[in-house]
């Protein structure tokens, strides 16, 4: 097994310089730090876990989090998700700090701002998708600040791994049931959370394809709601009202009872079939009185916990994730399988 001596005789610095890089202690130039970084992982360095564990407790490392969608039911899995792993991680003197926004890029940024001045070491984000907001991920990486995004994803950014779902995949899945739950001319009403979060802008994408060859499935509009409900109810309505044509509606987001409760208002609850995703309480009771059709989940107490799990492990031993991209179980949910 390669030894600190070893990658500072190959590197031609010190112990204590490739000790400082491995262990994110002290300032380093970045083509030192990467030259080591790279002979580290060619000789497949491995630190020892004690030597992690009393690194860890003696760094007082604090993780940051910032989460989208204030008031989304959804997210209290994913809440639950992070409050566990955070317990786990307060054994080696490492504290989560938990912020929560609504889809506002002004609001997200205070809210990365304020964590960093609080002296956070890496951050777990689900990121408004926006040029200042990529801007901002990319100058944490400079000030070696890592990032990992969880639930949604930025495109171009600087961040580390992604921990989610595979939204166009899960774009396709919900084209998927449309065509077998559905017969004769199927007109379809768009129900979307935000289009500045791109799990939503993916979901409609991934069923946009899904439909392509489809003859008798069609688009007869989008709307956002902003994962609200009492938006949704009101621009559900709407939709209803101004296109008595559609009979089945594509949920990508939250505010998904409120919309159900437009639907039972126009009397059209036997009409129209219902396609969401998630399983918070007021869904899986809409699933059992048969209003929706079918949910797709996607393991949100894992996206709550893995990005912590990958960050602790980055600035602990040195260690990136296997994976860029780690993507949760699409599990399909029918009132047959609840």
């Known amino acids: 097994m390669a030894t600190i001596k070893e990658i500072a005789a190959l590197a031609g610095v010190s112990r204590g310089t490739v000790d400082r890089v491995l262990n994110h202690r002290g300032a380093v130039s970045p083509q030192t730090a990467e030259k080591i970084l790279e002979i580290a992982r060619s000789l497949d360095y491995r630190p020892n876990k004690a030597g992690i564990v009393l690194a860890a407790q003696k760094r ?3 993780l940051g989090v910032v989460l989208l969608g204030r008031g989304n039911p959804f997210y209290e899995d994913v809440l639950l998700g992070i409050r566990e792993k955070a317990s786990e991680l307060e054994s080696y003197n490492c504290t989560v700090l938990i912020r929560q926004t609504d889809y506002d890029r002004k609001e997200q940024l205070d809210a990365i701002d304020e964590l960093v001045a609080e002296g956070i070491n890496g951050l777990a984000l ?4 926006d040029n200042a907001v990529r801007r901002k991920i990319n100058n944490l990486h400079e000030q ?8 949604t994803d930025i495109e171009n950014s600087r961040r580390i ?5 595979h939204y166009f995949r899960s774009g396709q899945t919900a084209a998927g ?4 739950m559905t017969s004769g001319q199927v007109y379809t009403g768009i129900v979307s959370g935000s289009g500045n979060v791109l799990c939503h802008t993916e979901r409609i994408a991934g069923f946009k394809d899904g439909i392509k060859d489809c003859q008798n499935i069609h688009i007869s509009a989008t709307i956002t709601n902003q994962d609200d409900d009492f938006e949704s109810y009101e621009m559900t309505a709407r939709l209803l009202k101004s296109h008595p044509e559609i009979n089945a509606l594509y949920f990508t987001a939250g505010g998904v009872y409120g919309g159900c409760r437009a639907v ?3 009397g059209r609850q036997y009409d129209i079939k219902i396609f969401t995703f998630d399983m918070v309480e007021t869904t899986k009771k809409l699933i059992e009185k048969g209003l929706i059709a079918a949910t797709i989940c996607q393991q949100p107490i894992l996206q709550g916990s893995k990005p912590l799990d990958i960050l602790f492990t980055h600035l602990t031993a040195g260690d990136l994730p296997q994976s860029e991209y780690n993507y949760v179980d699409i599990d399909i949910r029918i009132r047959e399988n609840l």
Do not use: D, W
């Open 144 to 151: 070696g600040i890592p990032v990992v995004t969880l639930n």
């Open 264 to 266: 039972i208002e126009s």
């Open 177 to 180: 049931l449309m065509r077998l």
């Open 161 to 165: 791994a992604y921990v989610g779902c």
């Open 60 to 62: 007082k490392l604090k």
């Open 126 to 129: 689900s990121p408004y998708n």
